[in-house]
Structure formats: C-alpha cells, structure tokens
C-alpha cells in the first residue's frame, strides 16, 4: 500500500473513546474517534472548550487509558507499550508543567536526560532551543520570576528538547505576543522542514490553525465532525462570497447572472448582487465578461474567501471565536 | 537507561529543590537540635534520678530513638505534599509522559526524604552526644539503618496517598490523624511496659512499638538479640509493603 512513497500513518486512532466518571456522574469527554496522521503533517486540532481535545491528547501520550477503541503512535500500541509511545514522543500540556523554583536550562537539560541523552549533548541541546525561543538571557532564572509567555515558550521547549518525531502541543501559543507567536510557527515549521518532525496542535486561533496547519480535524461534543486541508474545509463550507455592486436594475443583472459556472446561491439586495460559488476566481472571471456582454452597470466587485470561523459557524453552530472567552 | 541512573536524577532534581528552599536545610537540621535543646535539661534530671521503668543514666538511649521515629513522622511521612504541588503544577505529568520508569519517579523523592532524615539523625546524634548519650558505636550506627528504613516507608505511602488524595487540604489533617495515635502507640514518649494489657495488645499491632524497642535495645549494647531482630525485620517489612504500594500508585495510568 506504500508503492508511491505514501507512508504508513504516525498515528492511528480507532473508535478512540474515554468516559470520566466524576462525582458518580459520567461525562463522554471523547466518542469514537477516528483519525490518520501522516509522517511530516502539522495537524491541527480545532474545536470550542470542553470539545474533548485535550483528552484525546492524554490518551495518545498515554497518560488516559482510553474506555474503548484502539491507537498507534508511531508504530507502537498505546495500551499495549506505554513505555514504547513515551519515548517515541514530547509533549506540552496545556496547562504547563513548570516548577517556579526551577530554573530554566536546568529543568531542560533534565527533560533531556530522562530521555537518556548523554549530559554533554543535553547541556548543548538545552542551549541551542534556548536560542531559537528566545529564552537564552532567562536560562538561569527560577521559572517563577518568567513572564506569562516566557513561561510558556519554557513548557515548548521542554517538550521539544530530546527532538521528538512526533510532538504533541496543546494550544502552545496561548499568552503569546505576536512576535513570539510568529516565531513559534517559524519554529514549528523548521521542525517539520529541517527534521522531519510530525507536530499535532491544538488552537483556538483561526489564523493559527490557517497559517500553520496541513490539515485540520474539527473536533465537537466528543467527535471528529470534519477534517481537512484548511482550504478544502473552507471551500467545502461556503464556497467563496462575490458581491457585485451596480449602477442598473440590479434584478436583471440577477436573471443574467445566474447562469454562471458553479453557482451555490445568488440573492439581490438594494443594488448588490450577492453570489455563492465554488472557486471564486473562476466565477469571477465568468462574471465580469458576462456582465460586459449584457452591458450591466457594474461599478464594483467584492470577493470574499470564508474564513474558519464560518466554517466553525457552520459545522457546530457556534463562532469559535465567541466560544472563545 | 537504568532505573538507579534514572531514580538519581529525579533524586538530584528533588535534593537540589530542597537545598535550595531557604527553610528546608535549616528548619530540617535546626529542628532536631531544638527537640533535645528543649527535652535535654530535663532528661538530664531523669537520668540522675532514675524514674519508673527506667534505669538511670539509660534515659538518653531511651529517647534518642523516639525522637528520631519523631523527626520521621513530621517529615518523610508528610513529603506527599510535594506530589500534589507537582501534580497541580504539571510538573509530574510532564514527567509521566517521559519514558523514565515509574518506580524512579518515585525512587528518586523516596531517595530524597530518606537523605535528608539520615543528615537530621546525624545532627539529632551529635547533639545528643554533646548532652551526655553515651551508646557503643555500632548501636549508633545501627540507628541509620533502622531511620533509613522508616523514611523509605514512610516517605514512599505519603507520595501514593498523596497522588490519591490529591489535595493537601485532605491530606494534612488525614495524615496528622494516622500520626498522633503512631506516635503513642509506639511507646516513644512513655515506655509501654507501663501500660494496661490492653493497650499493650493495641501498641503491638502497629510497627514502631517494635522499631523502637529494636532500637533501644540496638543502643544498650545488643545487636543480635531478638528484640533487635524483630525491630529491623518489622521495620525493612513495612519499608517494602510501603514502597510496593506507593509504586503501584505510581504507575496508575488514569489519574
Ligand atoms: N479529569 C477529568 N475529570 C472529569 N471530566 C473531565 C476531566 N478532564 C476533562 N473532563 C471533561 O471532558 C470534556 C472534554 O475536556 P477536554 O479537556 O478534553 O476539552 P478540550 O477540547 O481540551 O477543551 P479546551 O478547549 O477548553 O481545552 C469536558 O467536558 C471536561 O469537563
Ligand atoms: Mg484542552
């Protein structure tokens, strides 16, 4: 099945599912998961709070034994080797995992040997990603006097410095100004570039998820309820949005219009015509020579792409955005 | 990796943490020396008086034992605290998803606690010496045998109680519960054979009345005896079950 070089998935999660029993009450964090990674992706991990993705995480990094349904971490069953997924992987909890009496380069450099790097390679590890998050002039500083965001770059990097294949982040970028939020996605991307690293995030950013991701999984209520290129998942939500503002009688131009290629939708108000349509650019095209030929009044055009949050707003009926607080 | 390569650096993590704390080294070796600073002077009345039960000029072997059981009981047995920090602040998942086994997870702060007790039995020895204890040398050192011992047991059942209680609201008033009625029971503040049958009965069943009587009879001049025997057997049995137990709530997945 891999003749054309089309790898075998890093993970593979089947009917993945965990129930958490609180207080005798019980909550379906996750139902029946089902999802494929590919070596090298940047997925994305998208969905409002209470979704069940941090869940799903816990149960990859082993860290939840999941109440039903199978997965494999590169290569290694998850309920069957433990020990096996765990140092195959890093991990960067969404809450964090620094002590504020640590110290910076120490805490990594520790990280680093207890996955059994050599104390001298460690130390130059430690180094080197101090560099590239900017953390170099905090190495020796108990973790409690960090900032907000210099704490969280610290969680990164300690999930980062034994370079894993696969890296789990669960939403690194929260607290993050935009610099280094833009040198996080840099870093991730030289990751995936330079060494080839499979990275599975979640984000409550659109603009995240958009920039950075391969594919995206939306996940709500427990359930993957669509995934996708975030391209695809955004043509296949609403198709691209052209209005057409114009001098005439814009219902004629309406009984002109709709005959184009690909149209999902087209309404009048006041003097814009308002079109839904699969690839916009092409439509587009279509349109103005249309409308030229039947000497419409065009006095401007709008071409709109969805962004995720429409997506989101589709899918699951509620802005992410909003959900967001 | 090995499990001791791996348990000694959590150990050096945890050792440096404590070094670093400003109150940890000096109330750890201040606190023994402030126990007999503050019983001493009246030991020495005892000791040149001799009261019931007790032979004069033996009152020092009497109690040095119970106040190093004591130094064991309000630290190793509340080092749990320490999980829960860890657990709140993420540190122990970090570590959880780390290939290191579960048990160093454990053996490396078991390790810790058990150092720390064996420098405040060091202090708590030198300062007693200072205050007239006068015991054979492999007595003395039988002493931190038997205190390391308490703290690997003590220590490892607080860090499991501490991952499943989890809250140090919970924990603290549990653990001063347990501690307390240990405490007496054991015979280290009074010595049992003043009690009635059946507290005698009741004191048996709990494991410091024969530590502590081991380590007497450790400090008069008898290693071989079978009070000795019976002290050191109870107190390596109870380290085990202990570490056992701790180590099998260190590697609970779904916590
Ligand atoms: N330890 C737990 N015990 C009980 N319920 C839990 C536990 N952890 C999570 N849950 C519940 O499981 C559901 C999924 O939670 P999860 O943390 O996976 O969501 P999430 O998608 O990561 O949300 P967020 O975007 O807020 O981080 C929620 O309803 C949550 O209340
Ligand atoms: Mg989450």
């Given amino acids: 099945m891999t003749t054309s070089g089309a790898a075998v998935p890093i993970i593979q999660a089947t009917g993945l599912t965990h129930t958490f029993t609180v207080g005798g009450r019980t909550v379906e964090a996750v139902r029946g998961v089902d999802f494929e990674v590919r070596p090298g992706e940047i997925i994305g991990f998208l969905g409002p709070n209470g979704a069940g993705k941090t869940t799903t995480l816990r149960i990859l990094t082993t860290l939840l034994k999941p109440t039903a349904g199978r997965a494999t971490v590169v290569g290694v069953d998850v309920n069957a080797d433990p020990a096996g997924v765990r140092r195959r992987i890093g991990y960067v909890a969404q809450s964090g995992g620094t002590d504020g009496n640590c110290r910076v380069a120490e805490e990594l450099i520790l990280q680093a040997r207890l996955y059994g790097i050599a104390r001298h390679d460690a130390v130059r590890r430690a180094a080197d990603l101090c560099d590239r998050l900017d953390l170099t002039g905090l190495a020796d500083r108990p973790m409690k006097t960090l900032s907000g965001g210099q704490r969280r770059r610290t969680d990164i990097a300690l999930g980062l410095v034994h370079q894993p294949s696969l890296v789990f982040l669960d939403e690194p970028s929260v607290g993050l100004d935009p610099q280094s939020r833009s040198d996080l996605w840099a870093h991730i991307r030289r990751l995936r570039d330079e060494l080839g690293t499979t990275v599975f995030l979640t984000t409550h950013y659109l603009d995240e998820a958009d920039a950075l991701c391969d594919r995206i999984l939306v996940m709500n209520h427990g359930r993957v309820i669509a995934e996708g290129t975030p391209d695809a998942l955004k043509r296949r939500i609403s198709g691209d949005v052209i209005s057409l503002t114009l001098g005439g009688d814009a219902d004629r131009a309406k009984a002109v219009l709709a005959e184009c290629p690909g149209l999902d939708e087209i309404a009048v108000s006041g003097q814009t015509v308002r079109l839904t349509a699969e690839g916009g650019e092409r439509a587009l095209v279509w349109l103005l020579r249309t409308a030229d030929r039947a000497d419409l009044d065009l006095r401007s055009v709008n071409i709109a792409r969805p962004t995720l949050d429409d997506v989101f707003l589709a899918l699951t009926g509620s802005s992410l955005s909003e959900n967001d607080s | ?255």
Avoid: K
């Avoid at chain 2, 602040?89 to 998803?97: K, L």
């Fill in chain 2, 1 to 255: 990796m090995s499990v001791i390569s791996e348990s000694l650096l959590i150990f050096t993590r945890q050792m440096r943490l404590s070094l670093r704390s400003p109150a940890w080294p000096v109330i750890g070796l201040f606190q023994p020396a402030l126990y007999l600073a503050f019983l001493g002077p009246l030991l020495v009345r005892v000791a040149g008086a001799g009261v019931d039960g007790l032979p004069a000029g033996a009152a020092w072997r009497f109690f040095v034992p119970g106040l190093l059981i004591q130094l064991g009981l309000f630290g190793p047995l509340f080092a749990g605290l320490s999980i829960i920090a860890d657990l709140r602040s993420g540190v122990f998942e970090r570590m959880r998803v780390t290939p290191v086994s579960r048990f160093a997870l454990l053996a490396g702060r078991v390790m810790r606690d058990t150092v720390v007790l064996l420098a405040q039995t060091a202090v708590l020895l030198a300062v007693a010496y200072g205050f007239g204890l006068r015991a054979p040398l492999p007595g003395l050192l039988l002493m931190f045998v038997f205190v390391a011992a308490i703290a690997i047991g003590l220590s490892a059942l607080s860090h499991g109680l501490g991952l499943l209680v989890r809250s140090e609201e919970s924990f603290t008033p549990l653990l001063n519960a347990a501690a307390v009625p240990l405490l007496l029971l054991s015979g280290i503040l009074l010595p049992m054979t003043l009690a009635p049958r059946w507290l005698d009965v009741v004191s048996r069943l709990t494991p410091f009345r024969y530590v502590v009587d081991g380590m007497r009879t450790a400090l008069y001049g008898d290693y071989t005896g079978s009070v000795v025997m019976a002290g050191a057997a109870v107190a390596v049995a109870t380290a085990a079950v202990c570490l056992l137990l701790g180590a099998r709530l260190f590697a609970r997945r779904n916590t």
